[in-house]
């Protein structure tokens, strides 16, 4: 019975000086919508900076980039002008993905007559704003430059 007693205090001392806060796993969704390579640098800039401040504090953040609409060019390969720092970012960083919206390359194709593809980074879900909704109900931060 004291164990119990003795437990309030001491998890509420180490709660007060945030010693069960280390190791934490945070999940941020970051939604680029927007064909304005300002905006997709200020994401790529969100999920570097992010990163960079959860791992010096001893945390883990999982980041996922969902683009959509004209914001899909910044999967595409060769049109996209943050390709290079994406590819870079991917294999730099093992917390972080891409989801292209389907629905938005579908469009795409049919209005440019062929298939357009997306880089190898990025994986094709079926809607970007239906993964947005699937991350917020995971506990996933919404973010959007």
């Given at each position: 019975?004291?164990?119990?007693?003795?437990?309030?205090?001491?998890?509420?001392?180490?709660?007060?000086?945030?010693?069960?806060?280390?190791?934490?796993?945070?999940?941020?969704?970051?939604?680029?919508?927007?064909?304005?390579?300002?905006?997709?640098?200020?994401?790529?800039?969100?999920?570097?900076?992010?990163?960079?401040?959860?791992?010096?504090?001893?945390?883990?953040?999982?980041?996922?980039?969902?683009?959509?609409?004209?914001?899909?060019?910044?999967?595409?390969?060769?049109?996209?002008?943050?390709?290079?720092?994406i590819s870079t970012m991917s294999l730099e960083m093992d917390n972080i993905s891409f989801a292209a919206c389907g629905n938005t390359i579908r469009?795409?194709?049919?209005?440019?007559?062929?298939?357009?593809?997306?880089?190898?980074?990025?994986?094709?879900?079926?809607?970007?704003?239906?993964?947005?909704?699937?991350?917020?109900?995971?506990?996933?931060?919404?973010?959007?430059?």
């Open positions: 019975m004291m164990k119990r007693f003795l437990a309030g205090p001491v998890l509420a001392a180490f709660l007060a000086t945030g010693a069960l806060a280390e190791g934490m796993v945070h999940k941020l969704a970051i939604h680029v919508d927007q064909n304005d390579p300002a905006v997709m640098n200020i994401a790529l800039n969100n999920a570097q900076n992010a990163a960079n401040y959860y791992e010096s504090q001893g945390d883990e953040l999982i980041i996922e980039i969902v683009a959509h609409g004209p914001g899909l060019n910044m999967f595409i390969p060769g049109k996209s002008p943050v390709e290079q720092r469009g795409m194709s049919k209005k440019a007559g062929h298939e357009i593809k997306v880089m190898d980074e990025a994986k094709v879900v079926t809607s970007g704003v239906v993964r947005l909704i699937e991350l917020q109900e995971d506990g996933y931060s919404y973010v959007r430059p």
